[in-house]
């Protein structure tokens, strides 16, 4: 029962197709040569910078958890927080100041609960503080940040990470120094969790498809690529939104379709999907990615105008 539970509540959080799901943005890039998708795929986000745990100070720490795989686990939890707010912190520079470094404090101890009941065995009802969640992370503000950012809610972006497991008696009591850097140098780093292109769909019926056939044809694409309209009294099948099919081939399984339907792709027009961790808006960063590269571009192009001509 617990388990069908967790999968309902998975559910509920991860929406499926592509104009449903939660932190993705899709652009598309109609009519460009196809050698396009390289320079974005060589850019890849990996120089879009972020705010992620770089120093972990253990004060203390009786878990079962190392000192070291738990400054680990600390470091890949994703941190809402601008990083254009903030500067680089100076190579060398171990105490960070309000405006380079975010800092944060993780102080959690557990203990029984005196009102479990004598045959319970739920850790969730004999336990208090058992599980140590990315949500008992508190920002703690260096310097003025009070004041810098009077509107600022500094938090992991999920609440509901698991960082470890307690029992009685111990406890976790850290202090973390986020600071801005780039995926190119670490991965806790990466803003996005996957970015990918494909290719539009473009799906042409070489005959018209009629009633049962119909119905059958529409259960062979994902839902909205396929519609069936009534037609002096028949359902007829027409293609909807060629951009919502996955490619599954479904189609070709049934030897009364397979050769009403031509498959291919529109070779000149890229849809570009990206799924942000949550740091940041999937938009702002396609168009900090953009910027980037277009200043890689022009310093190339400084670089070429500085080269004397022979």
């Not at 959080?13 to 795929?41: C, I, M, S």
């Not at 058992?130 to 940040?145: C, F, R």
């Not at 406890?171 to 996005?192: N, Q, R, T």
């Not at 740091?279 to 500085?306: H, Y």
Request: some cysteine; hydrophobic content about 40%; overall charge negative.
């Amino acid at each position: 029962m617990a388990a069908k539970r967790r999968t309902d509540e998975m559910r509920d959080r991860v929406v499926l197709g592509e104009f449903g799901v939660r932190n993705v943005h899709t652009t598309d890039f109609p009519g460009n040569y196809p050698g396009y998708e390289d320079a974005w795929d060589q850019l890849r986000f990996e120089e879009v910078p972020t705010m992620a745990v770089e120093k972990v100070f253990v004060y203390n720490n009786t878990s079962i958890v190392q000192d070291e795989i738990l400054a680990h686990r600390l470091g890949l939890i994703p941190i809402r927080a601008d990083p254009r707010l903030f500067e680089y912190r100076n190579q060398g520079d171990e105490e960070g100041t309000e405006i380079d470094t975010l800092q944060f404090q993780l102080k959690i101890k557990c203990s029984r609960n005196p009102q479990a009941a004598k045959e319970s065995s739920d850790p969730n009802e004999l336990y208090f503080n058992h599980k140590v969640y990315s949500k008992h992370m508190t920002w703690v503000p260096l310097g003025n940040q009070t004041d810098l950012f009077p509107d600022a809610d500094f938090r992991p972006v999920h609440d509901d990470i698991l960082i470890a497991l307690l029992r009685p008696g111990q406890e976790i009591d850290v202090l973390m120094h986020c600071v801005k850097g780039i995926g190119k140098d670490h991965a806790k780093f990466s803003p996005v969790a996957t970015a990918s292109y494909r290719l539009l769909p473009d799906i042409t019926l070489l005959e018209p498809v009629e009633d049962e056939a119909a119905e059958m044809l529409q259960k062979c694409f994902s839902p909205g690529v396929i519609e069936i309209q009534n037609i002096k009294g028949k359902k007829v099948a027409r293609v909807a939104n060629a951009r919502l099919d996955t490619f599954s081939r479904e189609v070709f399984r049934h030897e009364g379709l397979k050769n009403l339907v031509r498959l291919a792709r529109v070779r000149n027009h890229f849809i570009f999907s990206v799924e942000s961790t949550g740091i940041l808006p999937p938009d702002v960063l396609v168009s900090e990615a953009i910027k980037i590269l277009m200043g890689k571009c022009q310093r190339f192009l400084n670089e070429l105008d500085s080269v004397p001509m022979e």
